[in-house]
């Protein structure tokens, strides 16, 4: 990694809190800032280097993860030629579960998120490893025993019933959820910004691993199962 500078773009939900990161990382010799617009977001401000790096690392900050973030979020973590980091006000337990769904590779607690753990994240995140804080471990560990229990006794957990991970995983959920309100294809993937392709893939692979036979049984699946 020290013969390679970091090619890093910075996301936040707003300027103020983006242009304290980049301030961090702007002087940092293994990090190379680079516009938004390269990666399909919207432009930097102006003074934000751009250029190409052998590695590809997005920096996502956010205060909860609300729907934008969360579409944002899974926008970003589906890209092969990047690896993310996020930083965070607050998880609450289903969206910890959804984050490692979507591949995230480091999380950062944003009181805790200084210049140094900042750097860090990104040289892992662009190593390909994963870090999160001591807490974070110990509640995934936690949730994911109370949903392996759940599994064993057949009694649906409270974190299972908003992010179940056994019978269907998070993005299941969501096409689903979509499919119930009744939006077609094309509205799922502008709403979840998922290609139309992916979408289908999705449900193709619900529906064989679940021998369901067609949408309205994915739909009726989920309702009776308490996924939505």
């Known amino acids: 990694m020290s013969d390679t500078r970091i090619s890093v773009a910075v996301h936040a939900t707003d300027p103020l809190s983006r242009a304290g990161v980049i301030s961090h990382l702007r002087h940092e010799p293994t990090v190379e800032l680079v516009d938004r617009a390269t990666d399909g977001s919207s432009p930097a401000p102006p003074g934000t280097p751009t250029a190409a790096a052998q590695e590809r690392v997005a920096v996502m900050l956010v205060d909860r993860l609300d729907d934008p973030a969360g579409s944002e979020l899974r926008r970003l973590a589906r890209s092969t030629e990047q690896r993310v980091v996020l930083i965070a006000s607050e998880l609450r337990e289903p969206e910890l579960l959804a984050v ?16 140094q753990k900042l ?3 990104v ?37 299972g019933a908003l992010v179940p991970t056994l019978g269907m995983a998070p993005r299941e959920v969501d096409v689903v959820r979509l499919i119930a309100e009744g ?5 799922i993937s ?6 139309e392709r992916t979408v289908k893939n999705v449900l193709h692979a619900l529906m064989t691993r679940l021998q369901l036979q067609n949408r309205a ?12």
């Open 100 to 115: 490692v769904e979507y591949g995230v590779r480091a999380i950062l607690w944003r009181h805790q998120a200084t210049p």
């Open 119 to 121: 750097l860090r994240a």
């Open 123 to 159: 040289h892992s995140a662009a190593r390909g490893e994963g870090e999160l804080p001591p807490d974070l471990i110990n509640r995934l560990m936690t949730q994911l025993g109370r949903l392996r229990l759940s599994a064993l006794d057949g009694t649906p957990s409270a974190a």
């Open 183 to 187: 939006l077609d294809t094309k509205q």
């Open 190 to 195: 502008e709403k979840l910004a998922y290609s």
């Open 217 to 228: 049984h994915a739909v009726a699946y989920a309702l009776r199962e308490g996924y939505i």
